[in-house]
Protein backbone atom coordinates (compact mmCIF):
# COMPACT_ATOMS: atom_id res chain seq x y z
CA UNK A 1 0.00 0.00 0.00
CA UNK A 2 1.10 3.42 -1.09
CA UNK A 3 1.95 5.90 2.12
CA UNK A 4 -0.44 8.56 0.84
CA UNK A 5 -3.23 5.75 0.46
CA UNK A 6 -1.79 4.51 3.99
CA UNK A 7 -2.27 7.37 5.88
CA UNK A 8 -5.98 8.35 4.53
CA UNK A 9 -7.13 4.60 5.58
CA UNK A 10 -5.75 5.18 8.77
CA UNK A 11 -7.28 9.12 9.27
CA UNK A 12 -10.09 7.71 7.61
CA UNK A 13 -10.81 4.38 10.30
CA UNK A 14 -9.81 7.06 12.89
CA UNK A 15 -12.68 9.20 12.30
CA UNK A 16 -14.80 5.97 11.83
CA UNK A 17 -14.50 5.29 15.48
CA UNK A 18 -14.56 8.91 16.76
CA UNK A 19 -17.92 8.96 15.26
CA UNK A 20 -18.96 5.65 16.74
CA UNK A 21 -17.92 6.29 19.97
CA UNK A 22 -19.60 9.64 19.80
CA UNK A 23 -22.81 8.33 19.14
CA UNK A 24 -22.32 5.79 21.95
CA UNK A 25 -21.34 8.33 24.73
CA UNK A 26 -24.65 10.11 24.26
CA UNK A 27 -27.06 9.91 27.56
CA UNK A 28 -30.58 10.72 25.83
CA UNK A 29 -31.46 9.27 22.50
CA UNK A 30 -30.64 10.97 19.38
CA UNK A 31 -32.78 10.63 15.99
CA UNK A 32 -29.93 11.68 13.45
CA UNK A 33 -28.91 9.45 10.87
CA UNK A 34 -25.89 8.10 10.73
CA UNK A 35 -23.60 8.25 7.73
CA UNK A 36 -24.05 5.04 5.84
CA UNK A 37 -27.00 2.56 6.84
CA UNK A 38 -25.95 -0.17 8.73
CA UNK A 39 -21.99 -0.33 8.58
CA UNK A 40 -20.69 -0.03 12.11
CA UNK A 41 -17.19 -0.86 13.07
CA UNK A 42 -16.27 -2.60 16.09
CA UNK A 43 -14.34 -0.89 18.98
CA UNK A 44 -11.89 -2.77 21.27
CA UNK A 45 -14.10 -3.84 23.76
CA UNK A 46 -15.73 -5.98 20.85
CA UNK A 47 -12.56 -7.68 19.96
CA UNK A 48 -10.75 -10.64 21.70
CA UNK A 49 -7.30 -9.59 23.16
CA UNK A 50 -4.40 -11.92 24.12
CA UNK A 51 -3.85 -10.09 27.38
CA UNK A 52 -7.37 -10.49 28.63
CA UNK A 53 -8.63 -13.97 30.41
CA UNK A 54 -11.07 -15.76 28.31
CA UNK A 55 -14.48 -16.79 29.74
CA UNK A 56 -15.82 -20.55 29.04
CA UNK A 57 -18.84 -21.79 27.81
CA UNK A 58 -21.15 -25.18 28.06
CA UNK A 59 -24.19 -26.24 27.11
CA UNK A 60 -26.86 -28.58 28.21
CA UNK A 61 -30.89 -30.02 27.21
CA UNK A 62 -33.67 -28.43 28.68
CA UNK A 63 -36.59 -30.35 28.93
CA UNK A 64 -39.87 -28.75 30.63
CA UNK A 65 -43.00 -30.25 31.74
CA UNK A 66 -44.60 -27.60 33.07
CA UNK A 67 -44.83 -23.95 32.29
CA UNK A 68 -44.26 -24.91 28.53
CA UNK A 69 -45.44 -28.35 28.53
CA UNK A 70 -43.32 -30.85 26.56
CA UNK A 71 -40.84 -28.30 25.04
CA UNK A 72 -37.21 -28.68 24.65
CA UNK A 73 -34.45 -26.40 24.49
CA UNK A 74 -31.03 -25.50 24.31
CA UNK A 75 -29.62 -23.58 27.50
CA UNK A 76 -25.35 -21.95 27.20
CA UNK A 77 -23.90 -20.96 29.89
CA UNK A 78 -20.94 -18.21 29.95
CA UNK A 79 -18.04 -18.20 32.86
CA UNK A 80 -16.11 -15.42 33.14
CA UNK A 81 -12.41 -16.49 34.33
CA UNK A 82 -13.08 -14.04 37.06
CA UNK A 83 -15.28 -16.32 38.31
CA UNK A 84 -13.97 -18.03 41.84
CA UNK A 85 -17.69 -19.16 42.98
CA UNK A 86 -16.69 -17.44 46.85
CA UNK A 87 -20.02 -15.30 46.23
CA UNK A 88 -23.42 -14.84 44.51
CA UNK A 89 -22.70 -14.09 40.77
CA UNK A 90 -24.44 -11.24 38.91
CA UNK A 91 -27.23 -12.88 36.58
CA UNK A 92 -27.58 -11.74 32.61
CA UNK A 93 -29.59 -13.31 30.39
CA UNK A 94 -29.88 -13.44 26.72
CA UNK A 95 -33.00 -14.47 24.56
CA UNK A 96 -32.30 -16.54 20.93
CA UNK A 97 -29.00 -18.03 22.69
CA UNK A 98 -25.62 -16.24 24.04
CA UNK A 99 -23.11 -14.43 22.29
CA UNK A 100 -21.56 -11.33 23.96
CA UNK A 101 -18.92 -13.58 25.59
CA UNK A 102 -15.89 -11.39 24.32
CA UNK A 103 -17.76 -7.92 25.54
CA UNK A 104 -18.06 -9.44 28.68
CA UNK A 105 -14.55 -11.18 28.73
CA UNK A 106 -13.36 -7.01 27.77
CA UNK A 107 -15.53 -5.52 30.30
CA UNK A 108 -15.54 -7.27 33.70
CA UNK A 109 -11.62 -7.52 32.91
CA UNK A 110 -11.54 -3.40 33.02
CA UNK A 111 -13.86 -3.44 36.24
CA UNK A 112 -16.64 -1.58 34.00
CA UNK A 113 -19.64 -4.59 34.82
CA UNK A 114 -19.75 -7.21 37.58
CA UNK A 115 -18.85 -10.83 37.39
CA UNK A 116 -21.55 -12.35 35.91
CA UNK A 117 -22.76 -15.63 34.79
CA UNK A 118 -24.40 -15.42 31.42
CA UNK A 119 -26.98 -17.51 30.24
CA UNK A 120 -28.27 -17.86 26.43
CA UNK A 121 -31.84 -19.56 26.21
CA UNK A 122 -33.36 -20.94 23.41
CA UNK A 123 -36.88 -20.92 22.44
CA UNK A 124 -38.66 -24.23 23.13
CA UNK A 125 -39.65 -26.81 20.85
CA UNK A 126 -42.16 -29.25 20.51
CA UNK A 127 -40.71 -31.87 17.80
CA UNK A 128 -43.79 -33.71 16.09
CA UNK A 129 -45.13 -37.19 17.36
CA UNK A 130 -42.99 -40.14 15.57
CA UNK A 131 -40.02 -38.51 15.56
CA UNK A 132 -37.44 -40.55 17.72
CA UNK A 133 -33.83 -38.77 18.97
CA UNK A 134 -32.38 -36.33 17.09
CA UNK A 135 -28.76 -35.64 16.84
CA UNK A 136 -27.43 -32.46 18.13
CA UNK A 137 -27.11 -30.66 14.56
CA UNK A 138 -30.55 -31.69 13.63
CA UNK A 139 -32.09 -30.22 16.88
CA UNK A 140 -30.23 -26.89 17.17
CA UNK A 141 -31.04 -25.91 13.49
CA UNK A 142 -34.82 -26.71 14.97
CA UNK A 143 -34.44 -24.50 17.90
CA UNK A 144 -32.05 -21.66 16.55
CA UNK A 145 -34.02 -21.20 13.03
CA UNK A 146 -37.41 -22.46 12.90
CA UNK A 147 -37.33 -23.36 9.04
CA UNK A 148 -38.43 -26.89 8.61
CA UNK A 149 -35.19 -29.08 9.02
CA UNK A 150 -34.84 -32.31 7.25
CA UNK A 151 -35.22 -35.52 9.23
CA UNK A 152 -33.99 -38.70 7.51
CA UNK A 153 -34.22 -37.20 4.04
CA UNK A 154 -37.83 -35.82 4.72
CA UNK A 155 -38.83 -32.34 6.39
CA UNK A 156 -40.91 -32.07 9.65
CA UNK A 157 -43.15 -29.47 10.56
CA UNK A 158 -42.02 -28.77 14.57
CA UNK A 159 -43.87 -26.12 16.64
CA UNK A 160 -41.46 -23.36 17.05
CA UNK A 161 -42.53 -21.54 20.52
CA UNK A 162 -40.45 -18.54 19.78
CA UNK A 163 -43.25 -15.83 19.23
CA UNK A 164 -45.45 -17.37 21.66
CA UNK A 165 -42.80 -17.44 24.45
CA UNK A 166 -41.21 -14.18 23.61
CA UNK A 167 -43.89 -11.94 21.97
CA UNK A 168 -46.34 -13.19 24.36
CA UNK A 169 -47.39 -9.85 27.29
CA UNK A 170 -47.29 -12.05 30.15
CA UNK A 171 -45.72 -13.90 33.22
CA UNK A 172 -45.39 -16.74 31.97
CA UNK A 173 -41.78 -16.81 30.28
CA UNK A 174 -40.20 -14.84 33.12
CA UNK A 175 -41.90 -17.35 35.18
CA UNK A 176 -40.47 -20.12 33.72
CA UNK A 177 -37.06 -18.36 33.56
CA UNK A 178 -36.91 -18.30 37.23
CA UNK A 179 -38.82 -21.17 38.14
CA UNK A 180 -36.92 -23.40 35.61
CA UNK A 181 -34.27 -22.16 33.52
CA UNK A 182 -31.97 -20.14 36.38
CA UNK A 183 -32.65 -23.80 39.24
CA UNK A 184 -30.93 -26.01 36.13
CA UNK A 185 -28.22 -23.91 35.40
CA UNK A 186 -26.97 -24.06 39.22
CA UNK A 187 -27.38 -27.80 39.27
CA UNK A 188 -24.52 -27.67 36.91
CA UNK A 189 -20.57 -27.11 37.43
CA UNK A 190 -18.48 -25.01 35.52
CA UNK A 191 -16.01 -26.81 32.92
CA UNK A 192 -13.72 -26.07 35.73
CA UNK A 193 -15.54 -27.91 38.29
CA UNK A 194 -16.63 -24.90 40.24
CA UNK A 195 -20.28 -24.95 41.85
CA UNK A 196 -22.47 -22.12 40.20
CA UNK A 197 -23.78 -19.40 42.59
CA UNK A 198 -26.57 -17.01 40.96
CA UNK A 199 -27.20 -14.22 43.07
CA UNK A 200 -31.15 -13.81 44.12
CA UNK A 201 -30.78 -9.78 44.07
CA UNK A 202 -32.85 -8.17 41.09
CA UNK A 203 -30.86 -5.59 40.77
CA UNK A 204 -27.67 -7.60 39.82
CA UNK A 205 -29.82 -9.62 37.00
CA UNK A 206 -29.91 -7.81 33.42
CA UNK A 207 -31.78 -9.65 30.44
CA UNK A 208 -31.05 -8.83 27.20
CA UNK A 209 -32.95 -10.22 23.29
CA UNK A 210 -33.58 -8.83 19.92
CA UNK A 211 -36.33 -8.48 17.98
CA UNK A 212 -39.26 -10.74 19.67
CA UNK A 213 -36.29 -11.18 22.18
CA UNK A 214 -35.93 -7.39 22.23
CA UNK A 215 -39.92 -7.47 24.00
CA UNK A 216 -39.22 -10.65 25.73
CA UNK A 217 -36.74 -9.42 27.72
CA UNK A 218 -38.55 -6.13 28.24
CA UNK A 219 -41.70 -7.99 29.65
CA UNK A 220 -39.83 -10.27 31.51
CA UNK A 221 -38.34 -6.87 34.12
CA UNK A 222 -41.62 -4.65 33.23
CA UNK A 223 -44.31 -7.68 33.96
CA UNK A 224 -41.87 -8.85 37.38
CA UNK A 225 -38.96 -5.95 38.39
CA UNK A 226 -38.05 -8.34 41.35
CA UNK A 227 -36.64 -11.05 38.77
CA UNK A 228 -34.49 -8.79 36.01
CA UNK A 229 -33.72 -4.78 36.79
CA UNK A 230 -31.76 -4.25 33.16
CA UNK A 231 -32.47 -4.42 30.07
CA UNK A 232 -31.33 -4.32 26.81
CA UNK A 233 -33.54 -4.50 23.83
CA UNK A 234 -32.32 -4.45 20.07
CA UNK A 235 -34.99 -3.40 17.20
CA UNK A 236 -37.63 -4.62 19.46
CA UNK A 237 -40.84 -6.29 18.59
CA UNK A 238 -43.52 -3.39 20.05
CA UNK A 239 -45.69 -4.03 17.22
CA UNK A 240 -49.06 -5.39 17.13
CA UNK A 241 -47.80 -9.27 16.68
CA UNK A 242 -48.89 -10.57 20.36
CA UNK A 243 -50.30 -7.12 22.17
CA UNK A 244 -46.74 -5.55 22.08
CA UNK A 245 -48.29 -2.28 20.71
CA UNK A 246 -49.87 -2.08 23.89
CA UNK A 247 -47.11 -1.39 26.55
CA UNK A 248 -46.75 2.77 25.74
CA UNK A 249 -50.59 3.75 26.81
CA UNK A 250 -50.24 1.53 29.80
CA UNK A 251 -46.36 2.60 30.92
CA UNK A 252 -48.15 6.12 30.59
CA UNK A 253 -50.94 5.43 32.99
CA UNK A 254 -48.87 3.21 35.46
CA UNK A 255 -45.66 3.90 37.89
CA UNK A 256 -42.35 3.59 36.75
CA UNK A 257 -40.79 0.53 37.85
CA UNK A 258 -37.48 0.32 39.22
CA UNK A 259 -35.87 -0.27 35.49
CA UNK A 260 -32.97 0.44 33.82
CA UNK A 261 -33.23 0.16 30.19
CA UNK A 262 -31.25 0.73 26.89
CA UNK A 263 -33.09 0.37 23.29
CA UNK A 264 -31.06 0.48 20.26
CA UNK A 265 -33.31 0.77 16.86
CA UNK A 266 -32.28 1.28 13.17
CA UNK A 267 -34.63 3.93 11.17
CA UNK A 268 -34.58 1.37 8.36
CA UNK A 269 -35.97 -1.27 10.44
CA UNK A 270 -38.58 -3.01 8.26
CA UNK A 271 -38.81 -6.38 8.88
CA UNK A 272 -40.77 -7.64 5.55
CA UNK A 273 -42.07 -10.83 7.02
CA UNK A 274 -44.54 -8.35 9.26
CA UNK A 275 -45.21 -4.80 7.75
CA UNK A 276 -48.65 -5.65 8.41
CA UNK A 277 -48.40 -5.69 11.86
CA UNK A 278 -46.62 -1.84 12.59
CA UNK A 279 -43.59 -0.09 12.47
CA UNK A 280 -40.59 -1.08 13.80
CA UNK A 281 -39.23 2.18 14.53
CA UNK A 282 -42.02 3.78 15.48
CA UNK A 283 -42.99 0.74 17.77
CA UNK A 284 -39.43 1.86 20.05
CA UNK A 285 -40.06 5.50 19.43
CA UNK A 286 -43.55 5.49 21.70
CA UNK A 287 -41.97 2.59 23.81
CA UNK A 288 -39.20 5.20 24.44
CA UNK A 289 -41.19 8.43 24.49
CA UNK A 290 -43.65 6.41 27.38
CA UNK A 291 -41.06 5.44 29.29
CA UNK A 292 -39.52 8.79 29.62
CA UNK A 293 -42.73 10.15 30.50
CA UNK A 294 -43.47 7.85 33.29
CA UNK A 295 -39.82 8.54 34.61
CA UNK A 296 -37.93 5.43 33.86
CA UNK A 297 -33.94 5.52 33.42
CA UNK A 298 -33.54 4.56 29.37
CA UNK A 299 -31.07 5.12 26.83
CA UNK A 300 -32.21 4.97 23.27
CA UNK A 301 -29.60 4.82 20.50
CA UNK A 302 -31.06 5.18 16.93
CA UNK A 303 -29.12 4.29 13.33
CA UNK A 304 -30.24 4.09 10.00
CA UNK A 305 -29.59 -0.03 9.88
CA UNK A 306 -32.36 -2.87 9.27
CA UNK A 307 -33.76 -5.53 11.07
CA UNK A 308 -30.94 -7.16 12.06
CA UNK A 309 -28.01 -7.29 15.12
CA UNK A 310 -25.04 -4.74 12.94
CA UNK A 311 -25.37 -1.64 15.61
CA UNK A 312 -25.91 -3.52 18.38
CA UNK A 313 -22.87 -5.67 17.86
CA UNK A 314 -20.78 -1.89 17.38
CA UNK A 315 -22.57 -0.28 20.57
CA UNK A 316 -23.11 -3.35 22.40
CA UNK A 317 -19.93 -2.69 25.02
CA UNK A 318 -21.54 0.97 25.40
CA UNK A 319 -24.88 -0.78 25.94
CA UNK A 320 -23.63 -2.81 28.42
CA UNK A 321 -21.21 0.12 30.62
CA UNK A 322 -24.37 1.86 30.67
CA UNK A 323 -26.64 -0.48 32.19
CA UNK A 324 -24.46 -2.00 34.52
CA UNK A 325 -23.30 1.61 35.94
CA UNK A 326 -22.98 2.15 39.38
CA UNK A 327 -24.06 -1.39 39.48
CA UNK A 328 -23.47 -1.91 43.23
CA UNK A 329 -26.61 0.40 44.44
CA UNK A 330 -29.93 -0.37 44.03
CA UNK A 331 -32.00 1.10 40.78
CA UNK A 332 -34.75 3.29 41.97
CA UNK A 333 -38.14 3.90 39.96
CA UNK A 334 -38.45 7.52 38.59
CA UNK A 335 -40.98 9.94 39.28
CA UNK A 336 -43.61 9.83 36.38
CA UNK A 337 -44.84 12.76 34.74
CA UNK A 338 -48.60 11.90 35.02
CA UNK A 339 -50.76 14.39 36.64
CA UNK A 340 -53.15 11.74 37.73
CA UNK A 341 -50.33 9.88 39.79
CA UNK A 342 -48.66 13.04 41.05
CA UNK A 343 -52.09 14.41 42.39
CA UNK A 344 -52.57 10.84 44.09
CA UNK A 345 -49.68 9.39 45.61
CA UNK A 346 -47.34 10.64 48.26
CA UNK A 347 -43.80 10.17 47.78
CA UNK A 348 -42.01 7.22 49.65
CA UNK A 349 -45.90 5.65 50.28
CA UNK A 350 -45.88 2.28 48.83
CA UNK A 351 -47.94 -1.07 49.32
CA UNK A 352 -48.12 -2.32 52.97
CA UNK A 353 -48.94 -5.81 53.72
CA UNK A 354 -51.99 -5.89 55.98
CA UNK A 355 -52.48 -9.56 56.39
CA UNK A 356 -51.36 -12.39 54.59
CA UNK A 357 -52.01 -16.06 54.48
CA UNK A 358 -55.26 -15.94 54.04
CA UNK A 359 -57.82 -18.27 51.95
CA UNK A 360 -59.08 -16.42 48.93
CA UNK A 361 -59.97 -12.55 50.45
CA UNK A 362 -62.53 -11.05 47.92
CA UNK A 363 -65.34 -8.33 48.43
CA UNK A 364 -64.20 -5.49 51.15
CA UNK A 365 -66.27 -3.01 52.83
CA UNK A 366 -65.83 -0.59 55.17
CA UNK A 367 -68.17 1.13 58.40
CA UNK A 368 -68.51 4.74 59.51
CA UNK A 369 -65.09 4.46 61.40
CA UNK A 370 -63.16 3.63 58.44
CA UNK A 371 -62.47 0.07 59.90
CA UNK A 372 -62.64 -2.41 56.95
CA UNK A 373 -64.22 -5.99 56.58
CA UNK A 374 -63.21 -8.49 54.12
CA UNK A 375 -65.03 -11.90 53.13
CA UNK A 376 -62.81 -15.03 52.24
CA UNK A 377 -64.97 -16.78 48.93
CA UNK A 378 -63.48 -20.36 50.48
CA UNK A 379 -64.92 -20.33 53.41
CA UNK A 380 -67.43 -18.36 53.69
CA UNK A 381 -66.31 -16.04 56.80
CA UNK A 382 -65.98 -12.38 57.07
CA UNK A 383 -63.56 -10.71 59.26
CA UNK A 384 -62.26 -7.39 60.24
CA UNK A 385 -58.47 -5.88 59.88
CA UNK A 386 -57.11 -5.00 62.59
CA UNK A 387 -54.29 -2.43 63.10
CA UNK A 388 -52.11 -5.10 64.59
CA UNK A 389 -52.65 -8.61 64.55
CA UNK A 390 -54.30 -11.36 62.73
CA UNK A 391 -57.77 -10.47 61.07
CA UNK A 392 -60.89 -10.85 63.55
CA UNK A 393 -64.01 -12.74 62.72
CA UNK A 394 -66.86 -11.14 62.20
CA UNK A 395 -69.98 -13.73 61.25
CA UNK A 396 -70.23 -16.52 58.41
CA UNK A 397 -72.57 -15.89 55.43
CA UNK A 398 -73.76 -18.47 53.02
CA UNK A 399 -70.93 -20.27 50.19
CA UNK A 400 -70.27 -18.03 47.64
CA UNK A 401 -70.68 -14.30 48.79
CA UNK A 402 -68.61 -11.72 46.98
CA UNK A 403 -70.41 -8.88 47.37
CA UNK A 404 -70.92 -6.59 50.53
CA UNK A 405 -71.60 -3.02 51.71
CA UNK A 406 -72.46 -1.41 54.84
CA UNK A 407 -75.21 1.19 55.14
CA UNK A 408 -75.48 4.03 57.12
CA UNK A 409 -76.69 2.67 60.34
CA UNK A 410 -73.75 0.07 60.61
CA UNK A 411 -75.25 -2.85 59.40
CA UNK A 412 -73.57 -4.95 56.86
CA UNK A 413 -74.83 -6.21 53.78
CA UNK A 414 -74.13 -9.58 51.99
CA UNK A 415 -74.79 -10.74 48.43
CA UNK A 416 -75.56 -14.81 49.25
CA UNK A 417 -75.31 -16.09 45.38
CA UNK A 418 -75.81 -19.75 46.20
CA UNK A 419 -78.50 -19.21 48.65
CA UNK A 420 -80.50 -16.70 46.37
CA UNK A 421 -80.52 -14.29 48.94
CA UNK A 422 -79.15 -10.44 50.30
CA UNK A 423 -78.89 -10.71 54.17
CA UNK A 424 -77.50 -8.53 56.32
CA UNK A 425 -75.92 -8.24 59.56
CA UNK A 426 -76.11 -6.34 62.68
CA UNK A 427 -72.79 -4.51 63.99
CA UNK A 428 -72.67 -7.78 67.00
CA UNK A 429 -73.05 -10.10 64.13
CA UNK A 430 -76.81 -11.30 64.16
CA UNK A 431 -77.83 -12.30 60.28
CA UNK A 432 -81.22 -10.87 58.81
CA UNK A 433 -82.42 -12.21 55.13
CA UNK A 434 -83.10 -8.71 53.63
CA UNK A 435 -84.14 -10.14 50.12
CA UNK A 436 -84.86 -13.83 48.35
CA UNK A 437 -84.85 -15.24 45.12
CA UNK A 438 -82.20 -12.93 43.77
CA UNK A 439 -79.06 -14.36 42.41
CA UNK A 440 -76.74 -11.37 43.24
CA UNK A 441 -73.05 -11.05 43.12
CA UNK A 442 -72.65 -7.25 43.96
CA UNK A 443 -74.42 -4.25 45.56
CA UNK A 444 -74.20 -0.93 47.05
CA UNK A 445 -76.31 0.62 49.49
CA UNK A 446 -77.23 4.09 49.71
CA UNK A 447 -77.95 6.76 52.70
CA UNK A 448 -81.71 6.14 52.22
CA UNK A 449 -80.88 2.60 52.94
CA UNK A 450 -81.73 1.95 49.05
CA UNK A 451 -80.24 -1.15 47.82
CA UNK A 452 -78.87 -2.27 43.74
CA UNK A 453 -77.89 -5.36 43.30
CA UNK A 454 -76.13 -6.70 40.44
CA UNK A 455 -76.63 -10.41 39.60
CA UNK A 456 -77.88 -12.68 37.53
CA UNK A 457 -81.38 -13.55 36.74
CA UNK A 458 -82.73 -16.90 37.08
CA UNK A 459 -81.10 -19.48 34.82
CA UNK A 460 -79.36 -16.66 32.04
CA UNK A 461 -75.82 -17.45 33.40
CA UNK A 462 -75.10 -14.76 30.68
CA UNK A 463 -77.80 -12.28 31.45
CA UNK A 464 -77.52 -9.79 33.55
CA UNK A 465 -79.72 -7.82 35.99
CA UNK A 466 -79.82 -5.26 38.70
CA UNK A 467 -82.47 -5.22 41.46
CA UNK A 468 -83.56 -2.11 43.67
CA UNK A 469 -84.74 -2.80 46.97
CA UNK A 470 -86.28 -0.26 49.30
CA UNK A 471 -86.20 -1.05 53.02
CA UNK A 472 -88.98 -3.02 53.44
CA UNK A 473 -89.66 -3.11 49.87
CA UNK A 474 -89.23 -6.45 47.42
CA UNK A 475 -86.90 -6.03 44.59
CA UNK A 476 -87.89 -4.45 41.40
CA UNK A 477 -85.89 -5.41 38.26
CA UNK A 478 -84.65 -1.67 37.13
CA UNK A 479 -82.28 -2.90 34.37
CA UNK A 480 -82.48 -6.21 32.59
CA UNK A 481 -80.76 -7.90 29.76
CA UNK A 482 -77.39 -6.47 30.13
CA UNK A 483 -73.57 -8.65 30.19
CA UNK A 484 -72.51 -10.40 33.00
CA UNK A 485 -71.65 -7.70 35.45
CA UNK A 486 -69.07 -7.24 38.16
CA UNK A 487 -68.85 -4.29 40.20
CA UNK A 488 -71.03 -1.61 40.83
CA UNK A 489 -71.26 1.63 42.92
CA UNK A 490 -72.63 5.52 42.69
CA UNK A 491 -70.65 8.86 42.24
CA UNK A 492 -70.82 10.76 44.89
CA UNK A 493 -73.86 12.77 44.01
CA UNK A 494 -75.88 10.02 44.48
CA UNK A 495 -76.86 11.10 40.13
CA UNK A 496 -75.05 8.30 38.15
CA UNK A 497 -74.57 4.51 38.85
CA UNK A 498 -71.65 3.17 37.30
CA UNK A 499 -71.71 -0.76 36.70
CA UNK A 500 -68.73 -2.98 35.35
CA UNK A 501 -68.39 -5.67 33.30
CA UNK A 502 -65.94 -8.91 33.77
CA UNK A 503 -65.10 -9.80 30.71
CA UNK A 504 -65.20 -6.64 28.71
CA UNK A 505 -63.60 -3.46 28.19
CA UNK A 506 -66.85 -1.48 28.80
CA UNK A 507 -68.49 -0.79 31.74
CA UNK A 508 -72.35 0.65 32.21
CA UNK A 509 -73.48 4.24 33.36
CA UNK A 510 -77.06 4.81 34.18
CA UNK A 511 -78.82 7.98 34.99
CA UNK A 512 -80.25 7.58 38.68
CA UNK A 513 -84.30 8.95 39.02
CA UNK A 514 -85.68 10.63 41.98
CA UNK A 515 -87.81 7.21 42.42
CA UNK A 516 -84.58 4.54 42.44
CA UNK A 517 -85.41 3.61 38.73
CA UNK A 518 -82.48 3.38 35.95
CA UNK A 519 -82.45 5.07 32.93
CA UNK A 520 -80.38 6.28 29.79
CA UNK A 521 -77.84 3.29 29.98
CA UNK A 522 -74.40 3.68 28.12
CA UNK A 523 -71.01 1.61 27.86
CA UNK A 524 -70.02 4.79 29.32
CA UNK A 525 -66.87 3.70 30.76
CA UNK A 526 -63.72 2.20 29.51
CA UNK A 527 -61.53 -0.50 31.41
CA UNK A 528 -58.06 -1.35 30.15
CA UNK A 529 -58.31 -5.15 28.57
CA UNK A 530 -54.23 -6.66 28.90
CA UNK A 531 -53.33 -8.84 26.16
CA UNK A 532 -52.85 -11.87 28.72
CA UNK A 533 -56.43 -12.22 30.35
CA UNK A 534 -59.86 -12.83 28.72
CA UNK A 535 -61.14 -9.26 29.89
CA UNK A 536 -60.48 -6.38 32.19
CA UNK A 537 -60.80 -8.78 35.36
CA UNK A 538 -62.95 -5.84 36.79
CA UNK A 539 -64.70 -7.19 40.18
CA UNK A 540 -64.96 -3.99 43.07
CA UNK A 541 -65.49 -0.79 42.61
CA UNK A 542 -64.86 2.26 44.73
CA UNK A 543 -64.93 5.90 44.56
CA UNK A 544 -63.34 9.03 46.02
CA UNK A 545 -64.50 12.40 46.84
CA UNK A 546 -64.09 13.83 42.99
CA UNK A 547 -66.15 10.92 41.71
CA UNK A 548 -63.28 9.13 40.38
CA UNK A 549 -63.90 5.32 40.13
CA UNK A 550 -60.97 3.00 41.35
CA UNK A 551 -61.84 -0.49 40.26
CA UNK A 552 -60.26 -3.65 40.92
CA UNK A 553 -59.16 -5.55 37.91
CA UNK A 554 -56.52 -8.06 36.18
CA UNK A 555 -53.48 -4.58 35.58
CA UNK A 556 -54.29 -3.78 39.76
CA UNK A 557 -56.28 -0.77 40.43
CA UNK A 558 -57.22 1.46 37.39
CA UNK A 559 -58.49 4.83 38.28
CA UNK A 560 -61.23 6.19 35.84
CA UNK A 561 -62.56 10.13 35.82
CA UNK A 562 -65.64 11.10 35.35
CA UNK A 563 -65.49 10.42 31.47
CA UNK A 564 -65.30 7.33 32.19
CA UNK A 565 -61.60 7.18 30.75
CA UNK A 566 -58.74 4.76 32.55
CA UNK A 567 -56.09 7.98 33.67
CA UNK A 568 -54.12 6.06 35.77
CA UNK A 569 -53.31 2.27 37.39
CA UNK A 570 -51.74 1.47 40.90
CA UNK A 571 -49.79 -1.92 40.18
CA UNK A 572 -49.25 -4.72 42.39
CA UNK A 573 -46.01 -6.13 43.69
CA UNK A 574 -45.28 -8.80 40.95
CA UNK A 575 -47.91 -7.57 38.74
CA UNK A 576 -51.08 -9.81 40.51
CA UNK A 577 -54.67 -9.13 39.66
CA UNK A 578 -56.47 -7.13 42.54
CA UNK A 579 -60.34 -8.44 43.64
CA UNK A 580 -61.25 -6.39 46.27
CA UNK A 581 -61.35 -2.89 46.72
CA UNK A 582 -62.08 0.44 48.98
CA UNK A 583 -61.48 3.29 51.14
CA UNK A 584 -61.12 2.88 54.71
CA UNK A 585 -58.84 4.26 57.56
CA UNK A 586 -59.52 6.58 60.25
CA UNK A 587 -59.82 9.96 57.43
CA UNK A 588 -60.90 7.32 54.47
CA UNK A 589 -56.99 8.17 52.86
CA UNK A 590 -55.78 4.66 52.68
CA UNK A 591 -56.53 2.53 49.98
CA UNK A 592 -57.05 -1.11 50.43
CA UNK A 593 -56.94 -4.13 47.81
CA UNK A 594 -57.30 -8.26 48.12
CA UNK A 595 -54.48 -9.53 46.16
CA UNK A 596 -53.40 -13.50 45.92
CA UNK A 597 -53.59 -14.49 49.75
CA UNK A 598 -53.05 -10.72 51.06
CA UNK A 599 -54.46 -7.58 51.76
CA UNK A 600 -52.34 -4.55 51.07
CA UNK A 601 -53.15 -0.67 52.23
CA UNK A 602 -51.40 2.60 50.75
CA UNK A 603 -51.97 5.82 51.94
CA UNK A 604 -52.81 8.53 48.94
CA UNK A 605 -53.72 12.21 48.95
CA UNK A 606 -56.97 11.80 47.80
CA UNK A 607 -60.09 10.49 49.97
CA UNK A 608 -62.33 7.98 49.16
CA UNK A 609 -66.62 8.50 50.42
CA UNK A 610 -68.58 5.52 51.30
CA UNK A 611 -71.59 5.70 49.75
CA UNK A 612 -73.53 5.58 52.62
CA UNK A 613 -72.50 8.80 52.98
CA UNK A 614 -75.05 11.85 52.19
CA UNK A 615 -75.13 12.80 48.54
CA UNK A 616 -72.32 15.82 47.63
CA UNK A 617 -71.79 18.18 44.76
CA UNK A 618 -68.91 17.35 42.68
CA UNK A 619 -65.97 20.12 41.36
CA UNK A 620 -66.94 21.10 38.06
CA UNK A 621 -64.90 20.27 35.13
CA UNK A 622 -62.45 17.67 37.10
CA UNK A 623 -61.65 14.86 34.45
CA UNK A 624 -64.85 15.81 32.65
CA UNK A 625 -63.62 17.36 29.32
Not at 72 to 101: C, F, H, N, Q
Request: aromatic fraction near 10%; charge should be positive.
Amino acid sequence: MKPRTLVSFLVTSVVMVMAAQGVMAKKASSHKAQPRIGRYPLTWSSLPHWNVPHGQTFTFELKNKTIFPDTRRIITVYVPAEYKATKPAAVMVSLDGWGPSTVCDNLIFKKQMPIIIGIGVSCGVTPPAGVGKLTTAQYQQMVSWGPVPIIHGSPMDPRWNRSFEFDGVNNRFVHFLMRVVLPAVEKHRTPSGLPIILTDNPNDRAITGGSSGGIGAFTAAWMNPNAFRRVNTVVGTFVDMRGGNWYPPIIRKSEPEPLRIFMQSGSHDDWPAGPQMGSWPLGNLALEHALKFAGYSVQHVWGTGGHNGNQEQSILPHAMRWLWKNWRQPVKPGKSSNPVLQAMLIPGKYWRVVATGLIAPGAMAVNQRGQVFFANRNNDKIFQIMRRGAPKYFATASPGSDGMAFGPGGRLYVTEPTANSVVAFSPDGQRTVIAQNIHGLQLVVTARHDLYVAGRSGRAWRSGTIWFIRPGGKPIVVANGLKPLAGLILRPDDQWLCVARKHSHFGYSFQVRLDGTLRYREPYYWFEHPPWADGSGTHELTVDHNGWIYAATNLGVQVLDRSGRVSAILRMPGGRPVRGVCFGGKHFDNIFVTCGRRIYKRKLKVRGIPNWHTAISLPVGLGTS
